[in-house]
């Protein structure tokens, strides 16, 4: 069975700072991996995907992420964020039925 | 862009009551969608498969006879929590997959607040 782990609870991060979001997987196969962004009382949007191929990802808002197998990890990166950017962030791994394993989220807080 | 709508956005009942939530896949057809609940500041728990035109599979621990679900169309899936009580009051959150040459995707909807009396 796949699992992830997100080690940071929350982050607090200066407006225009840069931001990574650690997180690290467990799945026996090649794995299929995401990053979803959920604001306040709303569903979650997908930020992007690694499924194959370049193991550096580009994604929605800025944001990219880096596949790094030997150390089975997915982190999120933002060079620059924007108050907007304030959210909970989750990671997630599919497997090949569709079915995704979340972490726990990391929640990012944007201070002025 | 994929959109996956989700009605009502928000719904109070009475305990004893059932309630229906649609997940509506708008702009593509999703064999395969998702039921997942979500407590306040924690993760998404998957509760269910729901597969067009047959059963639903439902996690481990997860009342197939509390949880109704039906996907009666490519756009369409529906849960119905029967009997509601306060414990089933939690944030419902749907996903449609989309499938393409590469991979898939999950496409979540915005969610269902319910809060049961």
């Known amino acids: 069975a796949q699992s992830v782990t997100q080690p940071d609870i929350h982050i607090t991060v200066s407006e225009g700072a840069s931001l990574e979001l650690r997180c690290n997987y467990s799945?026996?196969?090649?794995?299929?991996l995401f990053w979803y962004v959920q604001s306040p009382g709303q569903g979650l949007q997908l930020l992007l995907k690694?499924?194959?191929?370049?193991?550096l990802v580009q994604g929605i808002k800025g944001f990219e992420a880096e596949f790094k197998r030997s150390q089975s990890s997915f982190n999120l990166r933002k060079p620059s964020v924007h108050w907007s950017d304030a959210a909970e962030y989750f990671c997630?791994?599919?497997?090949?039925?569709?079915?995704?394993?979340f972490g726990a989220g990391t929640t990012v807080t944007v201070r002025a | 862009g994929a959109v996956v709508s989700q009605h009502p956005s928000r719904v109070i009942c009475k305990s004893g009551t059932s309630v229906k939530i649609e997940c509506r896949s708008l702009?593509?057809?999703?064999?395969?969608m998702f039921w997942y609940r979500q407590f306040p500041k924690q993760s998404l728990m998957l509760m269910a498969t729901?597969?067009?035109?047959?059963?639903?599979?439902?996690e481990q621990g997860v009342e197939k006879d509390k949880f109704l679900i039906n996907h009666a169309s490519l756009t369409l899936s529906t849960l119905t929590v029967t009997s509601a009580h306060p414990e089933d009051s939690s944030f419902y959150i749907c996903s449609a997959t989309r499938t393409g040459g590469n991979g898939y995707e999950q496409y979540f909807g915005p969610g269902t607040r319910l809060t049961v009396t």
């Open positions: 702009d593509f057809q999703a064999t395969t």
């Open positions: 997630a791994v599919g497997a090949d039925d569709y079915k995704l394993s």
């Open positions: 729901s597969n067009e035109g047959s059963k639903a599979t439902y």
């Open positions: 799945y026996g196969a090649t794995p299929y």
């Open positions: 690694y499924f194959s191929g370049d193991t």
